[in-house]
């Protein structure tokens, strides 16, 4: 079982910025893609932004031009760069690694954006 360790959340101030990290106990070789999800309280789950291991990169809407995702393939790491936060951002964010036969998750960090 692979274990996804996630890292960097905390409060921050609106217009502020945080990096996320989550890191995966072992590679998972082939044809990958690790995200970021974020959850409400009583949200369904969604998606932040993800990128693949041919470096393809998906965003929701609402953070383009604000979080930049990056992920060192071989390390199994994926980041997480958010800038100008909003406190819609606010949540549990969930690292995801998923590929052909599997998907595993962390276990959250909580980001709060407030005064």
Do not use: H
Not at 12 to 40: D, H, I, N
Not at 94 to 102: M, N, Q, R, T
């Amino acid at each position: 079982q692979v274990q996804l360790v996630e890292s960097g959340g905390g409060l921050v101030e609106p217009g502020g910025s945080l990096k996320l990290s989550c890191a995966a106990s072992e590679t998972m070789y082939g044809f990958s893609v690790m995200g970021w999800y974020r959850q409400g309280p009583g949200d369904q789950r969604a998606l932040v932004a993800s990128m693949s291991t041919r470096g393809i990169q998906d965003y929701a809407d609402s953070v383009k031009g604000r979080f930049t995702i990056s992920r060192d393939v071989a390390k199994a790491t994926v980041y997480l760069e958010m800038n100008r936060l909003k406190p819609e951002d606010s949540g549990e964010y969930f690292c995801k690694y998923s590929g052909l036969g599997y998907q595993y998750w962390g276990q959250g960090t909580q980001v709060t954006v407030s005064r």
